[in-house]
Nanobody, 119 residues
């Protein structure tokens, strides 16, 4: 089965940087979209940054100029470089991918990784 495995995250001071990575594995035929969402306590899950198939990435307005999403198609991996972090960036970050495997085409989610921005 398809799995998304995230790494990175942790505790950082305001103004600091962190990197996240997410690797998709399994019987994957194609990845049509891949990116990151986040969910802060008491709030809905929201888009952070995402690649669509063959397209340029789109970012939430709140992270533009501070976060950069990149990908390695050969490794089915997407990265999120976060700089100038703010306390309001504190959330659980989830990797998401819309994947076609041998049986279906659907959304997959990672287990989530905590990012805490605090002094």
């Amino acid at each position: 089965q398809v799995q998304l495995v995230e790494s990175g995250g942790g505790l950082v001071q305001p103004g600091g940087s962190l990197s996240l990575s997410c690797a998709a594995s399994g019987r994957i035929l194609s990845i049509n979209a891949m990116g990151w969402y986040r969910q802060a306590p008491g709030k809905q899950r929201e888009l952070v940054a995402r690649f669509r198939s063959g397209g340029t990435p789109n970012y939430a307005d709140s992270v533009k100029g501070r976060f950069t999403i990149s990908r390695d198609n050969a490794k089915n991996t997407v990265y999120l470089q976060m700089t100038s972090l703010k306390p309001e960036d504190t959330a659980v970050y989830y990797c998401n991918a819309y994947i076609r495997d041998f049986y279906d085409t659907r959304d997959y989610w990672g287990q989530g990784t905590q990012v805490t921005v605090s002094s």
